[in-house]
């Protein structure tokens, strides 16, 4: 099984590492700030429409394609700024394992993550099945 879509929107910056703590009665407690809210919200809206009817089985591989507003840099060109490819993908992982992509993202075995400048932004993603 394989799926491929393109998601046109500007990709969210903020990463699942900016997750805050605050000490409530002498215990740590973790939280999402506004900004990661909202970041989890535009991804799980626009990939919603793009679910399987059932989660994948088996390993899986997925290839993304982070394409951020070109600006002043040249289209195709890779980005070599923060953020971090894999704290970028963690967010996106959490959000497509809540939407049943897959039961659990440990069943991703195989990655390829790219990030680039582009004219058109969005997120390229191509989830299949491993033999």
Not at 31 to 55: Q, S, T, W
Not at 60 to 76: A, I, M, T
Request: a positive charge; one cysteine or more.
């Amino acid at each position: 099984m394989m799926i491929q879509f393109f998601l046109p929107m500007v990709p969210p910056t903020v990463t699942h590492q900016e997750k805050q703590v605050a000490v409530v009665s002498g215990k740590p407690r973790f939280y999402e700030p506004a900004e990661l809210k909202a970041a989890r919200v535009k991804l799980r809206d626009a990939l919603a429409p793009f679910r399987p009817g059932e989660p994948m089985k088996g390993g899986v591989g997925l290839y993304v394609k982070w394409c951020f507003p070109r600006g002043r840099h040249p289209d195709g060109s890779y980005r070599i700024t923060k953020p971090d490819t894999d704290n970028l993908q963690k967010l996106l992982k959490d959000v497509m394992t809540g939407l049943g992509f897959w039961e659990d993202d440990a069943r991703v075995a195989f990655e390829l993550v790219e990030k680039f400048w582009a004219e058109v932004p969005g997120i390229f993603i191509r989830v299949e099945t491993l033999p």
